[in-house]
């Protein structure tokens, strides 16, 4: 990597101090920008944080409903299941599966950790749901779709910015995907045999993705120094643009909320956002 100091710059600006030009002033113009660029891009990838917090449910939970089984009903009505599209803990009213992501249109660095994409990430067909139910991946990692179940099972991949899905997955052998562009919101799977299941892709460029566990909490770790928009996203309500924090009632746009990362770990908070936005028309 080039790395042009001050002290190049001063001499720079020196040789062209005897005969400056338009040409020499452009000249100086594009060293002084880079130096500026290389010293804070530096600075920025040495520094990384960690974002933490929690969300939960305040109110009454909307009752889950059981699933209409319409198709195949002798192997997926032995399972029971029930709408996965709302999952809140009764122990603790955490909210599962909102999907918090660092949005922006800049260049970030990529904290090593991050940098290889060769190894896929997982999802399956399982007991007639897609496992896991939201899934991060960086652009340019592939997707591998397997097929656990006895009975065949198909991928639409409702992608804007990439091309869409439309297969079946093989029997013995996982269905490989790669999708080129990030996406600017969770993208919608579904299977077009069995029409209650659902997944969402979280495709970025960058990786400072997390997703609520069964209690809520999200960790998204090595995020680059700066103040950044996070945004947050539920499958039933989309953005989350009216949430509690501590205590504090915020309206958000867009589910953006802004957090200045400075420190090794930074605790967001305790997140709440009220039931009666989780509610099905």
Known sequence: MLTITKDVMTGTIMM???????????????????????????????????????????GDVPKIAALQITHDEEFCGQFKLTDHSLQVSAKNQGLANVVIW?????????HQSRQDISRPVMMDNQNCLFVPRVLPLRAGQFLHVTNSDSIPHNVSIYARRNL??????????????????????????DCSSHAWMRAYLVITDHGCVAVTDENGRFEI?????????????????GYLNEITVDGTPKTLKRGTLKIAVDETTLQVGQIQVDAVHFEEE
């Open 16 to 58: 062209f101090m005897t005969t400056i030009t338009w040409r020499n002033l452009a000249c100086l113009a594009a060293v002084f920008a880079a130096t500026l660029f290389v010293e804070k891009s530096s600075a920025r990838a040495d520094d990384w944080g960690k974002v933490t917090g929690r969300i939960t449910v305040a």
């Open 102 to 110: 660092l949005s922006t249109k800049e260049q970030i660095p990529v």
């Open 164 to 189: 869409p899905v439309n297969l079946q997955v093989p029997d013995h052998e996982p269905l490989k995907k790669s999708f080129a562009k990030p996406e600017l919101l969770p993208v919608r799977v």
């Open 221 to 237: 770790p090595n995020v680059p120094y700066g103040e950044w928009e996070f945004r947050m996203w539920h499958e039933r309500p």
